[in-house]
């Protein structure tokens, strides 16, 4: 299976989605013109991946600021993670968050209370 890596932009995050070593990160800004299209190649991915993952899936989500329509693309990866994680619980999925940014905090504890993953609130200092 095929790495995704996509370059990040202003208005959108760097993506890394590597199979072989069952990673899946992003990381940036996510605000781009069309957030279902952006983000529907790495909802295939995982799909993809779904079917011959890894015994251990890490994800990380590094995202300094993020739009309302991202937010849902954001919450269809995280579904497609729970899937992987309900066939073999070995997912966990880190939430990067500045020290000074509560959103951003909160929007990780938004994520966890609906998602059936294990979560890792991560405290970076600025």
């Known amino acids: 299976m095929d790495t995704l890596l996509i370059e990040g932009t202003p208005k959108t995050p760097t993506v890394r989605f590597d199979a ?4 899946v ?3 940036g ?4 013109e069309n957030s279902i299209e952006f983000y529907k190649p790495l909802v295939d991915w995982l799909e993809s991946y779904a079917k ?4 251990q899936t890490q994800v990380n989500i590094q995202l300094e600021y993020f739009n ?3 937010s849902k693309c954001i919450l269809d990866v995280f579904k ?7 066939a073999n619980p070995s997912v966990t999925i880190n939430w990067y ?6 959103d951003m905090l909160e929007a990780g504890q938004d994520y966890e209370s ?3 993953v294990p979560f890792k609130m991560m405290e970076v200092t600025g």
């Open 68 to 70: 309302t329509s991202s």
């Open 80 to 86: 497609k993670l729970e899937v992987i994680h309900k």
């Open 114 to 116: 609906i998602i059936r």
């Open 25 to 27: 990160e992003l990381k």
């Open 97 to 102: 968050y500045d020290q000074d940014d509560e």
């Open 52 to 55: 011959e993952a890894k015994p």
């Open 20 to 23: 072989s070593k069952g990673l």
């Open 29 to 32: 800004r996510s605000i781009p």
